[in-house]
């Protein structure tokens, strides 16, 4: 995969400045029957950071990116958000899922509710916010995602690009601590990974916390601020994105970028 | 054959007629009810409710509904302080014997929604009734309506079994009037037949028209 990311001046990300912790994961087992898919995680993610998730297809990168919202249970361990422990089942557990926003492969836009309603729906329902300060907020987020001018069209009428961005939109629409992304792009035609990408960027230069799973390179060089390289459930290597593209530590890092890299 | 055993027996035929109907509209509104409540345990989070829902549902629907009236009429009030007879338990038993179907309707309906959707509203922090009424059931009903009306067709045709339990309905007016008329009896069963048919070809024909009007309204 090349570096997709068009000319920006290799902006220096690492040297943003981060804060508290923000989302701690320690001890993280998950099985799926008797496949142990997340193997004793410990990672933390500062207020303000860009963490890029990578590894093979299997790895647990998808897994780890749904624990964090509990879309997936674990078996051990803890995770925190903002030093609160993810609740069980019930309301609490809906009030944090609001707090930690998910941008998913496939989109997911509610396809039965237009843009507009797919932005607003959250804010309504879970935030209990009136529906004109909703539709307002809405339209200035789809404005900065830019796809203001599709808002009454329903999902299945937009492009794979303008989808992901709406997408993205409402997940900032609950005013997010974190943002979870999980390849965002890969089901995109290579022409809309741009339009993404630029967006998430965006996002990254606001300070928004982020953990994304994806290969673009091109976007781990420009926005975060640590690459975490998984295999088979672990976290094997960690490390600024120059460092680990440019000369991986570990032994299963240097072989699986040569194979993305010769793709 | 003399078709005007019908038309000479119209009054008692319209008296069931008009309680098949009701039984199936009151019936038929109880299950609903019923079903899409217990289509909503089957797919909640909390294990027991969905153990629940199941053993509800596979019980019922595997039940000859000859036995569920026999239980409701006879073996209730044996072990309940309820007492049901004649209308009230046809209602009772046909509720609870169409709501299994209902809810296996529905279920199936709230699966065919693609799992990300529902995973999506949870991930903006819905609760999980929010996520069943705003974002799933509504995308359900696309492919719920057309199973849901197959479900009140045969409820139609299921009342008939309250026949036997001092209702009476199409099925037991047919029955009397055939007795009192012996030479016409066919022309009086025609007649019974024919009446179902009010009820259920309409229903049929409202399943398509539904099916069409949410298909556009996607
Ligand atoms: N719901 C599930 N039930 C059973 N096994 C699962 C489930 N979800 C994932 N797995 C398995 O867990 C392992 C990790 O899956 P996961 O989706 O987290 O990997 P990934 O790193 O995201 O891979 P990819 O790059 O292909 O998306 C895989 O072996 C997968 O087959
Ligand atoms: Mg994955």
Redesign the pocket.
Known sequence: MADSVTADPAAPSATRPTGDPLLVLSGVNKH??S?H?LRDIDLTVHRGEVVVVI??????????CRTINRLETIDSGTITIDGEPIPAEGRALARLRADVGMVFQSFNLFAHKTVLENVTLGQVKAKKVKPAQARTTAMELLERVGVANQAEKYPAQLSGGQQQRVAIARALAMKPKALLF??PTSALDPEMINEVLDVMVGLARDGMTMVV?THEMGFARRAAQRVVF?DA?QVVEEADPETFFTAPRSERARDFLSKILTH | MDPSVIADNMPAFLAGFRLSLQLTLVAGAGALVVGALVAMLRVSPLGSLRAFGAVYTELLRNTPLTLVFFFTVYVLPQFTPFRFFGYAAAVLALTLYTSAFVAEAVRSGINSVGVGQAEAARAIGLTFGQTLTSVVLPQAVRSVIPPLINVIIALAKNTSVAAGFAVVELMATGRRLAQGNPGESIMVLVGVALFYLVITIPAGQLAGALERRVAFAR
């Open positions: 799926f029957g496949l898919v590894g093979p297809s299997g790895s647990g990168k998808s897994t780890l999980d390849e799973v998984m459930g």
